[in-house]
């Protein structure tokens, strides 16, 4: 049997990338650090106690009562375990990379949802980038933008990416067909068909996909700290690396404490408000 | 005048359909070409033109293609071939841009499971049509609250369609419908989703409406009975083609094939049936200045026990019997006048059977058909409305 020498011209075409497209990849490094940078200034420099009422009035009003007690003694426990910065460091990443993933993912799962040979290309694709082992896009991520939270946060796009665009399309291709053929009817355009009737219509499965694409960044981010994106990620990797079991599980519970945080407030956006308690 | 007409439509399913119409053009039939080519025939040669102000019917079962018949009209679905006149523009030969005129403007559309938007109010819903035309939020409101008026439905305009029960939610469509203030609606089986009970109101409200507005409504139904209630003129497909088209009582009457009549066998002719066509016409009358020996004369002839005495202009005065005017003449008394019974039933040409029932059981003398001015048109006696309902072949002589 012919060894294949796959992996040898992947190599070849990442170094071509690098060395002909530097510049490229010098203005998204730029620019995605900028993103990065003032959202972890916004995040550090709010006073903590400002924070927390921020959080828990926000999960109050999307969640409810159970999930802003929850959220209050989350943040309290982070604080008093001083990983309150880490934390912070963490969540400038997560909502980089989940906005570019957003930027790029509605756009892309709308365009899926109305051609079906475009849907036909993404899917091999989007299975791709999801299914494909995490770490492997560490490398190439370094290639091209050295070490640092950029490279992390680029993996953690490509990481996190498919579910939006796989849920906003489903989503839209979802809506009732009869409905479509009644806004047809009375003389909708395409345009006016896409913003009054299937986005709104696709609404909870596109939000389910935001919730989705934000719980696989934050997993990414964590595995991203192996290329020196810094954050929550960095403190369980020195937890493991020292042999210091202490360390790595107040790091990992910051983990825990955040994405739970950010999965009942995302997944409560859109949905009927029960403030008088936890939900039924 | 014609508001819509079409003329030779054809829609057939598939990847070639012009080869295809060729084929059928040729006389093959809908299962030969299926078999063949894989291709549906949904609308075969299909012609009729609308009134302005009519109730169209188009009646036939699943599958006879009259869903894909009325959706040609505003050309959800593309016909294959064949005109559609809307006011003269032929509508298969409009743009994009034009066609979305013509149904923003011209058509408004009711379907079979109602088509809400969910995640709007209802008078958002109601507004929708209006606010695809770009009319401002207040008007556009404004309208939607008229037009919820129409339908009953005022006060429910903050609710959601899931509030709301079937017949509602209906309204609303209907509504909906109605608030671009359109001349032509397209009812797609509109009430068949319904119950019974609230079908018959949507029925009964529809006609009250219609009488007000005087829209142009292409109705489809699968039911007969709808269809013979609600209909002007009604075309009856089978399999994409119409094998009938005409009023209730000449599909009833004169059923165009072996198809239809099997299909009318078991409707209710109480309730299509009308008087004007069951009614005998008057040979012997009396005028009230004839007198009583001229009036017994008459009877005796004719072998009847009462007739009936209308005045100079021929409208009716009422019934005399025999045996009065024998008594006023033993009485030696001549003036009709005295014995005349008014206590008759009259009914207009256009009553059901349905109704001319009743009016025989505290009656002895027969119903009395009567024009606007109580001129006698013609009378029903107990036995026609027997054969009316039965169905016999009780033609107008």
Redesign the interface.
Known sequence: MIRLPLGFYVEKGVDWLTNNLDGFFGGIKYAIESIINGFEFVYVSVPFVIMLILIAVLAYFTAGKRTAIFAVFGCLLIKSIELWQMTMKTFALVTTATLIALIIGLPLGIWMSRSDRLNKVMRPILDFMQTMPAFVYLIPAVYFFDLGPVPGAVATIIFAMPPIVRLTSLGIRQV?S??I?????????PK?MLF??QI??A?PTILAGLNQTIMLSLSMVVISAMIGSGGLGDVVLKGISQMKIGDGFEGGLAVVILAMILDRVTQSIGKPKNLSGGRK | MIKLEVKNLYKIFGSTPHKVLEMLKKGKSKKEILKETDHGIGVSNASFAVEEGEIFVVMGLSGSGKSTLIRCLNRLIEPTSGVVYIDNEDITKCDKAQLREVRRKKIGMVFQNFALLPHRSIEENVAFGLEIQGVGIDERNKKALESLELVGLKGYEKSMPSELSGGMQQRVGLARALATNPDILLMDEAFSALDPLIRKDMQDELLALQSKMQKTIIFITHDLDEALKIGDRIAIMKDGEIVQIGSPEEILKHPANDYVKEFVQDVNRVKVVTASSIMKKVDTIVYSKDGARIAVRRMKEANLSSVFVVDKQRKLKGIVTIEDTMELIKANKDDLSEIIDSDINEVSPDVLIGDIIPLFINSRYPVVVVDEERKILGIIFKVSVLAGIMGGGEEDD
Do not use: I, N
């Open positions: 009732p009869d409905v053929e009644a806004s047809r009817a009375f003389g909708a355009t006016q009054k009737v709104p219509l609404m």
